[in-house]
């Protein structure tokens, strides 16, 4: 096995990524610092600060206009993908807390974009299997209980446009994933991960991009 480039991700290293991209706003870095300043046991489930940008530039690249995500946490993904969308597109919010995502709402209306996000505070699953069953979403960002990941999946993949995308965060999950005896939300990575790579309906590539995120086309 040859894994090609092998080159160590520094601290001095990321901050050289992260200057060579397009940088975070005003409101994206006040919603960031805010969530560390308010939750510090818990602000790693913030979306890393380079998948903003990824984010938006995915919404951009598939032209998507409807966009579902599943675990919102305090808003910072929602926020990048919704200043990307045209301003008649839509962005499903999907969380079960409303501590959380009242971050994201006052972020959401300080960058305008509050009108592109319907958020539904109820388990996601409920959420999913209340839209239409016929292919509708252009594209999904899947970020909550790793252990209900397959059920999401299974839910989006039937409504996801053929040519739609699936952006799944933490599919390396702290290198977990390498467990074959791991239990809980590593166990469920691990199975999510072996669910996707052999779906027929989907070509997915697992980047190892932060803690690991696969994106997802549909055939």
Not at 72 to 98: H, K, N, W, Y
Not at 155 to 182: K, Q, Y
Request: with cysteine.
């Amino acid at each position: 096995m040859s894994k090609g480039n092998s080159t160590k991700i520094t601290d001095e290293l990321y901050q050289y990524m992260l200057d060579h991209n397009p940088p975070l706003d005003s409101v994206q870095r006040g919603l960031v610092a805010r969530t560390y300043a308010a939750f510090p046991d818990v602000a790693g489930m913030q979306s890393a600060e380079e998948q903003g940008p990824l984010l938006a530039f995915l919404v951009r690249l598939t032209g998507a206009r409807l966009i579902v995500e599943v675990g919102t946490f305090t808003g910072f993904s929602a926020l990048s993908m919704a200043q990307a969308l045209p301003p008649d597109g839509r962005l499903i919010a999907c969380d079960v807390s409303e501590e959380w995502t009242a971050y994201g709402r006052e972020a959401w209306e300080e960058a305008g974009v509050a009108d592109r996000i319907e958020l539904r505070i109820a388990p996601a699953l409920e959420t999913l299997r209340a839209m239409p069953a016929e292919p509708h979403i252009d594209m999904a960002y899947v970020d909550a209980d790793k252990e209900s990941q397959i059920a999401y999946w299974e839910e989006l993949v039937p409504r996801l446009r053929p040519g739609g995308l699936i952006v799944t965060d933490n599919t390396l999950f702290h290198g977990t994933v390498l467990d074959e005896s791991a239990t809980g939300s590593a166990a469920g990575v691990r199975a999510f991960n072996d669910h996707v790579a052999a779906d027929p309906r989907m070509d997915s590539v697992l980047l190892a991009i932060s803690d690991g995120l696969t994106l997802s086309r549909k055939r």
